[in-house]
Structures are given as structure tokens and as C-alpha cells.
């Protein structure tokens, strides 16, 4: 069974930083699609960031140049640097995985099969 852990949440102020962490337990391969979604109150989940099947990365437009998605195979573990960071980007961040994924697909959370429960990320202006 696999299982994702999120960490790394909290509160910061516009244009400051924060890291998140995911831990993967169970059934994951380095070639494993992990990815990062977030979503706020009312609104849909939104594609963050991935990297697909454990090498390319990939962004959603309004983070680009800001968030940085990387991975530890050997910890099992990927992370989102987030920096510049807006108050728009205030949501609840959540990890995903899927061992299937292909690459039309990368930002559709419908594709992913593991989810963690989320880590709270509030920007203040």
C-alpha cells in the first residue's frame, strides 16, 4: 500500500519561502510520477508541479520561475521549493503519485491513484 506524508506547511509572509516535503512509503519505483497539487477554499485542484516518471519536471504557469520540484529516490521523499511566494498561492498543497502516468495527463489530478492528506500553506500580504 502506498502512502504519502506531507510536511513543511505553515504560515509566511508575501515574497518569503517555504519548502515542502513528501514521504513515500509502499509501492513506488524512481520512475514513479510525482507530483504536487494545491487547491483553496472553493476552487478546483490545480496542478502545481510534477516529475514524470522520475526525470523531467514540469510546472503550472503561475509558479513557474518560483517553485522548484525535486526528489530523493534513496529517501523516497520529494520536495517543493516555493519562493516569491504570493498570497495567491495560499491553499492546501497535496503530494500525489501514480506509476502509470503518461505525459498528456501530468496535470490532471482525476490520473493520479495516492494522495497525501495535505499540508496548509498561508501567504500573508
Known amino acids: 500500500q502506498v502512502q504519502l506524508v506531507e510536511s513543511g506547511g505553515g504560515l509566511v509572509q508575501a515574497g518569503g519561502s517555504l519548502s515542502l516535503s513528501c514521504a513515500v512509503s509502499?509501492?513506488?519505483?524512481?520512475?514513479?510520477?510525482m507530483a504536487w497539487f494545491r487547491q483553496a477554499p472553493g476552487q478546483e485542484r490545480e496542478f502545481v508541479a510534477a516529475?514524470?516518471?522520475?526525470?523531467?519536471?514540469y510546472y503550472g504557469d503561475s509558479v513557474k520561475g518560483r517553485f522548484t520540484i525535486s526528489r530523493d529516490n534513496a529517501k523516497k521523499t520529494v520536495f517543493l521549493q516555493m519562493s516569491s511566494l504570493k498570497p495567491e498561492d495560499t491553499a492546501l498543497y497535496y503530494c500525489a503519485l501514480d506509476n502509470r502516468m503518461i505525459l498528456s495527463s501530468i496535470g490532471d489530478p482525476i490520473h493520479y491513484d495516492y494522495w497525501g492528506q495535505g499540508t496548509q500553506v498561508t501567504v500573508s500580504s
Open positions: 516529475i514524470f516518471r522520475g526525470s523531467r519536471s
Open positions: 509502499g509501492g513506488t519505483s524512481s520512475t514513479s510520477t
